[in-house]
């Protein structure tokens, strides 16, 4: 049977129900892109800490027998301490993989920020000489940039490890620092312990006065801890507990959000016409998404496919994925309701195929003139096919199409 010219697909429409169909199959909004992704930045992140072993084995004896100084510049454990930050890089890189299976903004910008680091680090130890690291961590930028929409989420998750990493990293910049510039308080700080004492009291703000900086870049040091403390916690305790609270409101005003869904169908309906609809797109591993203005007693779809809000409402088309849906099924069992179903996707500027049903016949002229796709009528299609039966007839569906909505929509 020839499909009618008006429900036929262009070729980009064509291609991108194929890629919506192998999507659906190997169900890649599950795990793609953010496993891979956390995969490749584990595996830069463990390279870098493998690659400063050796080095790093040559600095913890020189860590046993250095005296604090009153200088920076005056510590000779700095000139050996040159792979630390690629370590520590290494690292943090191997923190925030974990973040990106959460699909956390945070560890994004994070892992961006430290593979452009590592690049650097890189760049600057072996010049442009490429080799296999260097491409590797250029893949990753790539893919960071491409990938970049897949990674958008601000949860408790991705809020809690932001905390915990910026608390351990100001923690070892103001031991590590308080050690090294120990001669200039006042007693000397000579051991880590002493360090990490002073570097809590600091940093709380508390501030006991039993050991205070007498040199000058004791003093900026204090300063920098002081200011890093403020910000950290600040900043570590809203990360936590802003994204606990937006969400618990938005759940509340606004139900549940929605992942943003591209080259799906979205369907609107409750009814046993919807629900065979739904199963047969699920059979063919096409992805659906089910828009009801309230939440049926018994879910007849997957949990993930219902998105509850107003479908004739153009802003709820827009956040259901309308614009960039292959099609919009307007299957209610009220005609009038379907009409404003398609006029709201009209409005909105639906590039995709909007069908519509109907119950009664001389709906279907009307409801033609909202500039729906294609309209179905299953009342009066079972009834010609009924008919065709008793008749002996075989069943021509084009015919019956032509029929439906040529003779019965002028009536």
């Known amino acids: 049977m020839k499909v009618p010219e008006l429900i036929q ?14 999507q659906a199959a190997l169900h890649l909004e599950h795990w793609f892109p953010h496993v891979p992704m956390a995969l490749a930045v584990g595996l830069l992140g463990g390279l870098s800490v493998l690659e400063t072993l050796p080095s790093l084995a040559k600095v913890f004896p020189e860590l046993q027998v250095i005296t604090p100084s009153t200088s920076l510049t005056q510590v000779p454990l700095l000139s050996a301490l040159g792979t630390v930050p690629e370590l520590v890089a290494g690292i943090v890189l191997l923190i925030m993989a974990f973040g990106l299976l959460f699909r956390s903004r945070f560890s994004w910008v994070i892992t961006l920020l430290l593979a452009a680091v590592t690049l650097a680090l890189l760049v600057h130890q072996y010049g442009w000489t490429w080799n296999g690291m260097m491409v590797f961590n250029v893949a990753i930028l790539l893919a960071l ?10 949860s408790v998750a991705a809020g809690s490890l932001f905390a915990v990493v910026s608390v351990l990293l100001l923690m070892s910049y103001a031991v590590f620092g308080a050690y090294v510039l120990g001669a200039g308080f006042s007693p000397k700080i000579d051991n880590l312990v002493t360090a990490l004492y002073f570097s809590v009291v600091t940093m709380s703000t508390v501030g006991y006065g039993d050991i205070v900086p007498k040199s000058e870049d004791a003093r900026l040091f ?3 801890i002081i200011l890093l403390g403020i ?7 809203s990360a936590v507990i802003v994204p606990l609270v937006s969400g618990r409101m938005q759940r509340l005003l606004m139900g549940e959000k929605k992942t943003k869904r591209r080259n799906h169908y979205l369907l609107v309906g409750d009814n046993a016409l919807a629900q065979n609809t739904y199963r047969a797109l699920r059979e063919r591993h096409l992805p659906v998404l089910v828009l009801l203005p309230h939440r049926p007693e018994n879910l007849w779809m997957e949990e993930a496919d219902l998105m509850i809000g ?10 259901a994925g309308a614009l960039q849906a292959l099609g919009v099924l307007a299957l209610r069992s009220d005609d009038s309701e379907n009409a404003f179903i398609v006029l709201a996707a009209k409005d909105l500027g639906v590039d995709g195929k909007t069908v519509a049903a109907v119950d009664e016949v001389r709906n279907v002229a009307r409801l033609r003139k909202t500039g729906v796709d294609l309209v179905i009528a299953p009342q009066v299609l079972g009834g010609r096919v009924l008919i065709q039966s008793l008749s002996g007839q075989s069943f021509a569906g084009e015919e019956i199409l032509s029929g439906m909505f040529g003779e019965e929509a002028r009536a």
């Not at 697909?9 to 192998?22: E, L, P």
């Not at 910000?231 to 305790?237: C, E, G, K, R």
């Open 9 to 22: 697909f262009s070729w980009w429409q064509r291609w991108a129900r194929s890629g919506a169909r192998v």
């Open 145 to 154: 940039l491409i990938f970049r929409h897949h990674f958008a989420r601000s």
């Open 222 to 224: 204090v300063v920098s």
């Open 231 to 237: 910000t950290v916690f600040a900043t570590s305790i």
């Open 310 to 319: 107003d479908p004739a409402d153009p802003e709820v088309l827009r956040q």
